[in-house]
């Protein structure tokens, strides 16, 4: 573009708005944003006054009525009784539950395929690839089927395990069951309950849970400043003080001395008229959508891992074995590190995918927040719209979180360039 | 731009499109221009609505609809059937996606008012009962203390049953499932100790078993459960369409009118109200927007409401269901249609 020289002072002509370059496009820009805000206003406008057509309006009061179902699965205390919104943080926290444990067995199992495709061993190599292959190319849904309906079939039903002669029996020192309708396994007893902290709305924190929480937080801090020291002598005097028994007495004396002042001890589950009480009831719904949310998940996460390997240029790892590390240190010391840089970001969007997928938990009858606001209270209320809004923003705001969170850790482990 | 702008006007005509259905009269006109009526029936419930081996749909809520159909387009065979779960049915009929509903739904007061459907009637009077294995050894619902019982959700069974457990001080966990064929499919496999549904639906369940005898139905009923068939809320002709064809089906049994006699009782019948019902006196039919014969049409399809019960769920099907109150008033039954003059 040639530079013309423009006249001081051009009197502004209403023309100019599209022929002249410097409007132009603040034109079009203003145009644009009218278009679309209308567009906007009539859609809302329309589905207001269509609603109000049919009878209905457009408000959250719904939440704060009785539910007067109920909930498989409660984290916090719940009953029929309780309003629509209680029942809905129930469905929330259940998403979270199963969004939490799929991202950590997803991360550890994806992370030992991704790295076992690259095995030198020929035949692991392969299964992996298969296992990558299966899981990745098929619907999730129907892999969420298929181990409810293992579960379902192949498990004997709580009855099975009645009786002298029963045709169950129950495993690892008749501590967990395993029936088609949960898993039972044993919980955590005391003798001397310190009681609960109440911190309104029902939802309790036993004493107990907190000194442990305080003990081993604590533990972890006295440890890094006995490191800490450690390096300050070593740096001093060269030497460095022997830590590892320090270390092991202030992660385990508190929580032994805890386990025995609290008396705790496992409890195992037993079979009482139709079910197994005593213990904690791990349904197979969350089981079987957990299996598979973390198989498929596994499967994109280890080609992100392996991707991020191989991202590190050989010579890295020629260079550490000439420095005579082993394989495994080199993996750990080495190339994990550097690989890591490539891997977070796109396991950012493995971990908001997990999350989102969780939604088909339905399928299996998993009461998630789309079970709960987006199922039984959307159909039991008829609060089509406000439902399905509430449940956008709850996810939109879930992803939100984990995706700044992950971007906070992503910026701590990048390159960082001086 | 030109994209969010073409969404924007498909997204609003999809809206306005939706209201227009609710306009009185526009429902008959559009199912009179599609010349096929959209109906909601359950995914599969044998005796009330499912598909046989071929693909046709019968059953006690598919008869309704043909009958419909009938008495509006003439041919009782102008039906697509929708399938709808317990939780796609209220929004598939609200959003216009079908124009009547005949899946046994229960009647309440909430699903009249605050989701906007009118009930045209009831055609099943039921109540919520439970299902479970001659094994187990209970019964009576009082037996089942820390069950696990499998509840079809959004549906008012699942809130009858917090209800009914908790009034008794009992505790049982809930296996939510999403439509009958899934719940007996959990039944069977033992994944939960009793089926709670409404009773005739259990009877249209347990009927399908290879082995109906080793489930017994306990004898409690613990709620009301009126079925009916359900239409939008402001489009009243719509609705007395769809209301006094029920009407017609129920009047021609207590007046002895059915599919075999009809064409004879339409050239002889002495019976004033008979007259007005088959149309040969008085033209009913046009003060609906149809013709006089609607109602004929619409008893020939399937007979009339005891010849529609004894073939898909009465005592001489598998599924064996006594009339109990669901016979004429006349019988000491509830069933009592309006009069036709």
Redesign the interface.
Known sequence: MTDVPAPAHAPFRLSMLVNDQRYRSLTFQVI?FI??MA??W??VD??IR?LA????SFDFGFLWSRA?????QTPIPY???DTHLRASVVGLLNTLIVAVLGCIAATVLGVIVGVSRLSKSWLFARLMTVFVEIFRNMPLLLWILIVYAIF??IMP?P?AYRGDDPAASMIFFDHVALT??YTAIPTLAMTNDPGSLDLGARITFNWATIAFVVALVGGWFIRRAILSHAQAVQDRTGDRPVTWWKNLAIMTVPSLILIWVFGLHFEAPSL????F?GGL?VS?SLVALWLALTLYTAAFIAEIVRAGILSVSRGQSEAAFALGLRPNRTMNLVILPQALRVIIPPLISQYLNLTKNSSLA??V?Y?DLR?TLG??T?????R?LEAIVLMMLTYLVLSLIISSGMNIFNARVKLKER | MKKSVFLGTVAATTVLASVAMAQEGATLAQVMERDELNCGVNTGLVGFAAPDANGNWTGFDVAYCRALAAAVLGDPEKVSFVPTTGQTRFTALSSGEVDVLARNSTWTYSRDTDLALDFVGVNYYDGQGFMVNRELGVTSAKELDGATICIQTGTTTELNLADYFRANQMDYTPVNIDSNAEGEQQYMAGACDAYTTDASGLAATRAAFADPESHIILPEIISKEPLGPAVRHGDNNWGDIARWTLNALIAAEEYGVTSRNIEELVRSSTNPEVQRLLGTTDELGAMMGLDAEWARRAILANGNYGEIFAANIGEQTPIGLARGLNAQWTQGGLLYAQPFR
Do not use: C, H
């Open positions: 644009v278009l679309v567009g906007a009539w859609l329309n589905t269509n057509l049919m009878g209905k007067g179902y109920d909930i498989s009953t029929a009784d379902t079939e039903p009855n088609n309708r009482q008229g139709f079910n009480t009831n197979n339905i399928a009858g009461m079970g199922g039984t959307l159909n039991q209320t008829g089509e």
